[in-house]
T-cell receptor, first 114, second 113 residues
């Protein structure tokens, strides 16, 4: 069965610090997709990244970076030099091959303190 | 602008009344989804539709109903059979239902009094 675990329920850091959000997944498939979404206080989920299971290259987009490690079934998300606008709930998600659905983790609430 | 609209943003209903939440997309996406979000629970799938005139139950379909008569519209009815309807409801769509990222609407916060 597929499962996504975000063990950090809530994190608080001071602005400009780096912060890493953990995501561990479980799947029996060899082909799957992983996602990260951001939910700001307004409520709408914003898509951040999609990564397929055959591409283990780390990705960087501005202050955001993602570390995908199949050996540990993890897909961690790092924000460098955090800003107050990064305060949100972040969700990691998984979709297996041939499945119509995306399974979401329970989210990590990130507070960036000024 | 392309996107997903949900209306209204806030909705109040009396207990025992059915209520329909609207979701419209102009992204030409085939697949549409309804999620429920409760504090600390993440997102739970209620119903999804891969194509017009077809839909499937998600993990928590009891007490809800949907229709998909048009590609761009996927309304959700919260019936009186739903025991705890107060929640934040999110609609999403994707190009197809497999592998593709989902794009979300702004959500409707339903409060049943």
């Amino acid at each position: 069965a597929q499962k996504v675990t975000q063990a950090q329920t809530e994190i608080s850091v001071v602005e400009k610090e780096d912060v890493t959000l953990d995501c561990v997944y479980e799947t029996r498939d060899t082909t799957y997709y992983l996602f990260w979404y951001k939910q700001p206080p307004s409520g709408e989920l914003v898509f951040l990244i999609r990564r397929n299971s055959f591409d283990e290259q780390n990705e960087i987009s501005g202050r955001y970076s993602w570390n995908f490690q199949k050996s540990t079934s993890s897909f961690n998300f790092t924000i460098t030099a955090s800003q107050v606008v990064d305060s949100a709930v972040y969700f990691c998600a998984l979709s297996e091959a041939g499945d119509d659905k995306i399974i979401f983790g329970k989210g990590t609430r990130l507070h960036i303190l000024p | 602008d392309g996107g997903i609209t949900q209306s209204p943003k806030y909705l109040f209903r009396k207990e025992g009344q059915n209520v329909t939440l609207s979701c419209e997309q102009n992204l030409n996406h085939d697949a549409m989804y309804w999620y429920r979000q409760d504090p600390g629970q993440g997102l739970r799938l209620i119903y999804y539709s891969q194509i017009v005139n077809d839909f499937q139950k998600g993990d928590i379909a009891e007490g809800y109903s949907v229709s998909r008569e048009k590609k761009e519209s996927f309304p959700l009815t919260v019936t009186s059979a739903q025991k705890n309807p107060t929640a934040f409801y999110l609609c999403a769509s994707s190009v197809t239902s497999t592998y593709n990222e989902q794009f979300f609407g702004p959500g409707t916060r339903l409060t049943v009094l």
